[in-house]
């Protein structure tokens, strides 16, 4: 496996969504798990984040992956804390939070799904927002409190400001940030926060103390710039190309690597480029992205010596 020029506390794992869509199953739904994690192994990827298509429990994910010698990254949670009491979350998310722990994950993948538009064919501009700073507030003091109980737990809540959610834009992470205790990490995903209307490196340089986890995402600006033009919904922006993996796209992910190795980063970074594997075949996209983060980590590590 060619790692030996990346830095030993970052490991370059991916997303099976370059193989197959949990939300959009015509998007490789008849691609086997199997394939996803054979082909990440033979490419280089040192883990995997969570699909539809993985099982439900600790035993079986572990199975899964050990055939592979793959670890298990992390995974999605959805959550719908902006509905609910923190006594029914940490109900609803304990499984999960063992699921992972039990399998070496450190970090959860926290995505509020709560009146969220994501998956819908709904213009992103009709997405959720809180309308006062009470609101702000009282979310923000629940999802701390549900961040301490995860870390109590071993894992640490990585919050995924998402496309058609309550936190989209740097302003929403801005005010997210400042209103929560530093148990909630922050999952910074480049692609998001470009679509988002932010500066990624802008972004992570501002919050790169609590980053604790990383989506590579790269964009097609003209792709983009369609998107907000036409009003898009997040489907019609993955079926139309808006997204794509690092070396593809136009986000320059040299700058951000500097970023994270001069503050000692020490996690994952994850390839996650939501596409037609009919238009980008998942093994020729999957391997320029691992390739890509290969190459500028070896180069980002040498301008740090």
Same mark, same amino acid.
């Given at each position: 496996?060619?790692?030996s ?21 015509? /998007?490789?739904? +008849?691609?086997? /798990?199997? *394939?996803a994690?054979?082909?990440?192994k033979?490419?280089?990827y040192?883990?995997?984040? /969570? ?8 035993k079986g994910? !572990? ?11 992390? !995974?999605? #949670? ?15 998310? %304990? !499984? ?7 399998n070496?994950? %450190?970090?959860?993948? #926290? ?12 213009a ?15 979310y ?7 961040a ?10 990585? #919050? ?7 936190? +989209? ?5 801005d ?6 205790g ?8 480049? !692609?998001? @926060? ?9 972004v992570?340089?501002?919050?790169? +103390?609590?980053? @604790? ?12 710039? /369609? ?9 019609? @922006? ?5 997204? %794509?993996?690092p070396g593809?796209?136009?986000?320059d ?18 390839? +996650? ?11 020729? #996209? ?5 390739? *890509?983060l ?9 301008r740090?010596?």
């Amino acid at each position: 496996m060619p790692t030996s020029n990346t830095p030993s506390a970052i490991r370059i794992g991916i997303n099976p969504i370059s193989w197959s869509n949990d939300d959009l199953p015509a /998007l490789g739904g +008849e691609t086997p /798990l199997s *394939t996803a994690l054979s082909e990440g192994k033979e490419i280089g990827y040192a883990g995997f984040e /969570l699909n539809g298509k993985f099982p439900k429990d600790a035993k079986g994910v !572990g199975d899964v992956l050990r055939p592979y010698d793959l670890a298990l990254v992390s !995974g999605w #949670y959805s959550s719908r804390l902006a509905r609910r009491s923190v006594a029914e979350e940490i109900e609803a998310i %304990t !499984g999960h939070v063992h699921l992972l722990a039990e399998n070496g994950a %450190t970090v959860l993948v #926290y995505g509020e799904v709560a009146d969220s538009i994501q998956g819908q064919r709904i213009a992103l501009v009709e997405r959720p927002r809180f309308h006062s700073d009470q609101a702000w507030q009282e979310y923000a003091d629940k999802l701390t409190q549900l961040a301490r109980f995860t870390l109590s737990k071993g894992v640490r809540l990585a #919050y995924h400001h998402h496309m058609g959610a309550y936190v +989209e834009s740097p302003q929403d992470i801005d005010k997210l940030m400042a209103l929560t205790g530093s148990e909630v990490g922050l999952l910074f995903d480049s !692609g998001h @926060c470009y679509m988002g209307g932010g500066e990624p490196l802008q972004v992570l340089k501002k919050h790169i +103390e609590r980053v @604790c986890h990383v989506h590579f995402k790269d964009v097609r600006k003209p792709v983009v710039q /369609l998107a907000r033009n036409n009003l898009w919904s997040f489907p019609d @922006c993955i079926i139309n190309g808006t997204f %794509t993996v690092p070396g593809d796209g136009d986000i320059d992910f040299s700058a951000l690597l500097d970023v994270l190795l001069a503050a000692h980063y020490q996690g994952w970074l994850v390839v +996650e480029a939501e596409q037609d594997p009919a238009v980008a075949p998942s093994y020729i #996209y999957a391997k320029k992205g691992y390739e *890509t983060l290969r190459n500028l980590l070896a180069d980002a590590q040498h301008r740090s010596v």
